[in-house]
T-cell receptor, first 114, second 114 residues
Framework: NAGVMQNPRHLVRRRGQEARLRCSPMKGHSHVYWYRQLPEEGLKFMVYLQKENIIDESGMPKERFSAEFPKEGPSILRIQQVVRGDSAAYFC????????????FGPGTRLTVT | GENVEQHPSTLSVQEGDSAVIKCTYSDSASNYFPWYKQELGKRPQLIIDIRSNVGEKKDQRIAVTLNKTAKHFSLHITETQPEDSAVYFCAASHHTNTGNQFYFGTGTSLTVIP
């Protein structure tokens, strides 16, 4: 299956801990997007990356959140010192990035902060 | 930047009737318009898309129309079935020298009543 992969699918963290969410793009895709979705709400854009470069991080909170997409390995969204308000579904999506190209979503990581 | 508006936010139809969801966009440079279906607890799935050089596209019971002059596009579902019940998101995108950013509407919750 060459689809977008995310892990873990479910993550439980206590307040103050760190959360690391991983995303492997679809085969042949070099651009990755992260979105956050609260229950019964829409998709909120967070960050757009290509390998070793952040293209757009305008949707990401300035504190506690960071993202990377290294030359080797998956993209990682890192949330430090999690708070209850960080509980949400985090979706990763990928696209080719060249020309007009489709965007496909991964299954999401559901983060619960207790 | 691009602004995508989507209406209605909720829509209920009788099984067998048609459903129409409308979106408007603001950036005339946008040239790719995908639609996603998100079932409860699942990932958004690309169901149909249209590029700006085409006015209409059909795939079995779903169709999308695009009016570039008025900057609006619509999703049409005919002969609706209970399994069409989901949240539908529209998006607008265009390619720049750094990649493709996607701008999403706020979603339409469609309920098909058996």
């Amino acid at each position: 299956n060459a689809g977008v992969m995310q892990n873990p699918r479910h993550l439980v963290r206590r307040r103050g801990q760190e959360a690391r969410l991983r995303c492997s793009p679809m085969k042949g895709h070099s651009h990755v997007y992260w979105y956050r979705q609260l229950p019964e709400e829409g998709l909120k854009f967070m960050v757009y990356l290509q390998k070793e470069n952040i293209i757009d991080e305008s949707g990401m909170p300035k504190e506690r959140f960071s993202a990377e997409f290294p030359k080797e390995g998956p993209s990682i969204l890192r949330i430090q010192q999690v708070v209850r308000g960080d509980s949400a579904a985090y979706f990763c999506a990928s696209s080719q990035g060249t020309g007009v190209s489709e965007q496909y979503f991964g299954p999401g990581t559901r983060l619960t902060v207790t | 930047g691009e602004n995508v508006e989507q209406h209605p936010s909720t829509l209920s139809v009788q099984e067998g009737d048609s459903a129409v969801i409308k979106c408007t966009y603001s950036d005339s440079a946008s040239n790719y318009f995908p639609w996603y279906k998100q079932e409860l607890g699942k990932r958004p799935q690309l169901i149909i898309d249209i590029r700006s050089n085409v006015g209409e596209k059909k795939d079995q019971r779903i169709a999308v129309t695009l009016n570039k002059t008025a900057k609006h596009f619509s999703l049409h579902i005919t002969e609706t079935q209970p399994e069409d019940s989901a949240v539908y998101f529209c998006a607008a995108s265009h390619h720049t020298n750094t990649g493709n950013q996607f701008y999403f509407g706020t979603g339409t919750s469609l309920t098909v009543i058996p």
